[in-house]
């Protein structure tokens, strides 16, 4: 069983900025593809943004896009959200998640290990 740990939620004023952290033990998933998705109560997990961890591209959710940034420490393998500019819309708990292929994907579907979540609440 693979385990992703997220970390770096919290409560953050509206326009403040947050960074998550994404930690996967070892050299585990070392070369797939990764994501972030949130879900706000009573609302469906929706996609945030993705890298390939080879290579380096990227893909966002035009909810987030220049104002979130995610990028990955190959050596520690560990994955980043940076959120800067948030929003109260940008409230929920974010997940991050690993796919089995080298390929950006932004389907829940596509993704087979997650994270248990962390809470990002952003007051207006």
């Known amino acids: 069983q693979v385990q992703l740990v997220e970390s770096g939620g919290g409560l953050v004023q509206a326009g403040g900025s947050l960074r998550l952290s994404c930690a996967v033990p070892?050299?585990?998933?070392?070369?797939?593809?990764r994501g972030w998705f949130r879900q706000a109560p009573g609302k469906e997990r929706e996609f945030v943004g993705a890298i390939t961890w080879i290579g380096d591209s990227t893909r966002y959710a035009d909810s987030v896009k220049g104002r979130f940034t995610i990028s990955r420490d190959i050596a520690k393998n560990i994955l980043y959200l940076q959120m800067n500019s948030l929003k109260a819309e940008d409230t929920a708990v974010y997940y991050c998640?690993?796919?089995?292929?080298?390929?950006?994907?932004?389907?829940?579907?596509?993704?087979?290990?997650w994270g248990q979540g962390t809470q990002v609440t952003v007051s207006s």
């Open positions: 998640a690993a796919t089995d292929t080298l390929l950006i994907r932004t389907m829940t579907g596509d993704y087979r290990y």
């Open positions: 070892g050299r585990t998933l070392s070369t797939f593809s």
